[in-house]
């Protein structure tokens, strides 16, 4: 994978406007919607039993999110989940929390069971949790990584048989067999809520342009933290709100000449 192709993606994105078809958690709503539409991609949040499913299937990509939980919003991912795997649409799925407590464990597990996930992606502990391994999680943070990063995200990859995005200092992505990590981004993301879960949503753009769907979490992963580097950067000292809308705005500056330029990631091991 050359940084030219994360370049190219990128541009996909902003040519083909993919509809991303959200169902994800109350808090992050209008800054999911905010961060897709200055990225050049076409948000729409369908959570109603009623339209899921519908919606899902006429989406460029399926993104669930389980950050606020409750039974119709985990119906509704369900409907919708199985309406995107029988048209062939990617299902991009956020454990947000996953590990916290019973229910949020259980509810991703089902998700994971009932439905084919095309990418996953998720701090190490709520990842490590989905697999069944035993990470410290405190609310719906993650605490510190006990393990090493980047076996889990091989070995979730191998289990879960999708491509797995393990978020953090840096960022490892796997399927299985070829593994990456992605050291662009800012400190600053962990201040502002919601940044990861409009990585999920950024992820689940580009993977609806890109059918390989390790360039494409790559390529997302790239351009999301080049955004935040160049955010932080023009809001030096300024805090957390000034960076927020900074990087609405660096989400929807940041060319494809910047990802070539700036993109810093490696491959770990394995071929293409």
Not at 45 to 51: H, I, L, T
Not at 71 to 91: C, F, R, Y
Not at 147 to 156: Q, Y
Not at 200 to 222: C, N, P, Q, R, Y
Request: net charge negative.
């Amino acid at each position: 994978m050359e940084k030219i192709n994360l370049s190219e993606t990128l541009q996909k994105v902003r040519e083909v406007n993919p509809l991303v078809h959200n169902i994800t958690n109350v808090v992050v709503t209008n800054f999911t919607a905010n961060g897709l539409l200055a990225l050049g991609a076409s948000p729409v949040m369908a959570n109603a039993v009623e339209e899921a499913a519908d919606m899902a299937q006429i989406a460029s990509s399926l993104v669930l999110n389980i950050g606020t939980l409750n039974s119709q919003t985990v119906e509704a991912m369900i409907l919708a989940g199985k309406a995107a795997n029988w048209h062939d649409i990617p299902v991009i799925f956020d454990p947000v929390g996953a590990g916290a407590t019973r229910y949020r464990t259980e509810t991703a597990q089902k998700i994971m069971n009932e439905l084919k996930v095309s990418v996953i992606r998720g701090n190490g502990a709520e990842i490590a949790n989905v697999v069944g391994e035993d990470w410290e999680i405190k609310g719906v943070d993650a605490g510190d990584a006990k393990g090493n990063l980047l076996d889990l995200a091989i070995t979730a990859a191998q289990k879960l048989n999708c491509v797995v995005v393990v978020t953090g200092k840096e960022d490892v992505v796997s399927d299985g067999e070829a593994t990456y990590v992605v050291a662009n981004g800012h400190s600053i993301l962990t201040k502002v809520t919601g940044t990861g879960c409009l990585l999920t949503s950024v992820i689940g753009a580009f993977a609806g342009v890109e059918k390989d769907l390790l360039t494409a979490s790559v390529a997302a992963l790239a351009y999301y933290g080049i955004a935040a580097e160049q955010a932080a950067q023009k809001t030096a000292e300024l805090g957390p709100g000034s960076f927020q809308i900074e990087f609405l705005n660096q989400l929807s500056l940041v060319s494809g000449e910047d990802v070539n330029l700036y993109a810093s990631f490696k491959k770990m091991s394995g071929g293409m």
